[in-house]
Nanobody, 124 residues
């Protein structure tokens, strides 16, 4: 079993930056891929970024490529999402997700464990 707790969300102006953190507990953390998803009001939850268990492979949605960076520190059981050049359309609740498999997944149904989410609001 893995428990995930996100932090770092908040209100930021267009062009600003935020760093989200996801602290994991449970012994399976270091052996599985991790990801960030987001859900805006009235929209489906969508993939943002994913990272393999070793951190050597990362994947991004086209909408955030070049602006967001996912990373992980297995020693601290934490995964991060550095968000730069934020836009109003990035406003959403951001969720951390984990899976037992080593390789990354890009779909919601590929992740068994989810955090409660953290709100990110980008003002124009």
């Amino acid at each position: 079993q893995v428990q995930l707790v996100e932090s770092g969300g908040g209100l930021v102006q267009t062009g600003g930056s935020l760093r989200l953190s996801c602290a994991a507990s449970g012994r399976t953390f270091s052996s599985g891929a991790m990801a960030w998803f987001r859900q805006a009001p009235g929209k489906e939850r969508e993939f943002v970024a994913a990272i393999s268990w070793s951190g050597s492979n990362t994947y991004y949605a086209d909408s955030v490529k070049g602006r967001f960076t996912i990373s992980r520190d297995n020693g601290k059981n934490t995964v991060y999402l550095q968000m730069n050049s934020l836009k109003p359309e990035d406003t959403a609740v951001y969720y951390c997700a984990a899976r037992k498999q080593l390789g990354v997944g890009l779909r919601r149904d590929e992740y068994a464990y989810w955090g409660q989410g953290t709100q990110v609001t980008v003002s124009s």
